[in-house]
């Protein structure tokens, strides 16, 4: 009975609540009857949930400049919404935007739209062509967001690629940018040069031209998710002005000019699911003026490179592990890095330039677990899987999969290494001329 007649009171208070109403509920109990005031809770919450753009002027006609009235839309939905709804078409934009606080810029599509169906909410960026330091596209401000659209920009040509301002900019706490396709922005994300923390960043794909994501100045965990740069969301487009077919050109300038993740202070951060193609640097790790960073990057790469990753520079405690990540191209720990790097389950093959998968200096540590290895010295010239000539290394359990070269080469300057468990093909795989403590053991040639 006394079960019976909680429940009966929770439901009522249910009601009483959701329907914005006060009241009382009284219990019956062996004892006395006991009394429960419900304050009351508002049916709705301030603002009505969601503006439309086109209610303040704003045209998707591709010709019309929507800078004002976009930018009046948002500041009125800081206050009526927080959503403000960018309705289907071609929104041109001759100059900047900043999303108040709070107040999230939604576009049409119903996932991440593709640049090859701009079939819904298009963003056209014709402002700060030729200013990299310029004021960006989209400035984000406290908990903001843009979500669901696309953003191009017209006026970008190839081969005679011009600087732009960054496409998206984070200035403060829980910033989001989510499914949104950027076709050919020269810098993509910006979530270094303000302070930020808790930023998310998810589903979002881009062709870059000079940096992807940028993250620095962020104090508390932001995170990286399903972020892919890939040419094909410039070349496979189908906004005017189309692509020229000039591909493998293409493809040749951003193996010189993009970074496709450039990481500096930050405490800590988690990437998963994300990728690069064709970069001169992956995964670029220094100090960019504000300080190291530790990271953790799984289910991660960066394919067709001369530099799948540097590590210049982390934190000396928390350094940077990738954990089921496939690299083809090099990793290179540098001189004045102090800070651990491990990599676990990882895959490594090479380009035709590939000399060496793993280049280690510095006083830092390298792990090297669970790992293969193939296509490496691919200029048959003797190099090394991997070098090594500074701190300490470890390598275990890797197998590494081409039989007649040189495996591991421990020069002068390294401190310690253990190597063991490893599956070779070959005798002679260990070069040590370290003079260090060097551990080798329970490893195959066959």
Not at 82 to 94: A, S
Not at 281 to 298: K, L, S
Not at 305 to 332: E, S, Y
Request: aromatic share 8%; proline share 6%.
């Amino acid at each position: 009975m006394k079960r019976r007649i909680v429940w009966t009171a929770c439901a009522v208070i249910f009601l009483l609540a959701v329907t914005g109403t006060s009241g009382s509920v009284v219990l019956a109990g062996d004892a006395k009857e006991q009394v429960i005031t419900v304050a009351r809770v508002p049916a709705e919450s301030p603002g009505k949930g969601r503006i439309n753009a086109r209610d303040y002027g704003v045209l998707g006609d591709g010709i019309f400049d929507n800078t004002r009235a976009l930018q009046a839309a948002l500041n009125a939905a800081h206050d009526e919404g927080p959503i403000c709804h960018l309705p289907p078409g071609h929104y041109r934009l001759n100059g900047a935007l900043v999303i108040p606080p709070g107040v999230t810029l939604a576009g049409s599509s119903g996932g991440v739209p593709h640049s090859e169906h701009p079939i819904g909410t298009v963003l056209l960026a014709y402002g700060g062509r030729g200013q990299a330091d310029g004021t960006p596209l989209i400035t984000l401000k406290p908990n903001a967001t843009v979500c669901r659209l696309v953003i191009h920009y017209p006026e970008q040509t190839f081969p005679d690629i011009a600087p732009y301002p960054w496409a998206i900019q984070g200035d403060g706490e829980m910033c989001q940018v989510v499914d949104v396709t950027l076709t050919n922005p020269y810098q993509a994300l910006d979530f270094g040069t303000k302070w930020n923390e808790l930023h998310i960043i998810r589903n979002v794909f881009a062709c870059p031209l000079k940096i992807g994501v940028y993250i620095d100045q962020c104090t508390d965990i932001g995170r990286v998710e399903n972020v892919h740069f890939n040419p094909n969301f410039w070349t496979r487009m189908a906004l005017e002005p189309r692509f020229p077919g000039q591909h493998q050109k293409l493809y040749a300038y951003l193996q010189k000019n993009l970074v496709g993740f450039k990481i500096g202070k930050t405490d800590w951060e988690y990437i998963t699911n994300s990728f690069v193609i064709f970069p001169v640097i992956g995964f670029h790790f220094d100090d960019f003026g504000h300080g190291t960073g530790n990271a953790v990057i799984t289910q991660s790469g960066a394919d067709i490179t001369p530099l799948a990753v540097r590590v210049d520079k982390v934190q000396n405690h928390a350094g940077v592990q990738f954990v089921n990540g496939q690299f083809m191209g090099t990793i290179v720990v540098g001189e004045n890095n102090r800070g651990p790097v491990k990599l676990a389950n990882c895959g490594f093959w090479g380009v035709p330039e590939t000399q060496e998968h793993v280049v280690k200096s510095g006083p830092g540590t390298l792990m090297l677990t669970s790992c293969h290895f193939t296509g490496w010295d691919n200029k048959g010239t003797g190099k090394p899987c991997i070098r090594a000539d500074g701190g300490r290394l470890v390598v275990n359990g890797c197998e590494f999969l081409d039989g007649g070269k040189r495996q591991v080469v421990l020069e002068k300057g390294l401190v310690a290494a253990a190597i063991t468990g490893r599956l070779l093909r070959g005798e002679g795989g260990i070069v040590n001329d370290s003079e260090g403590d060097v551990q080798v053991g329970l490893n195959t040639t066959h």
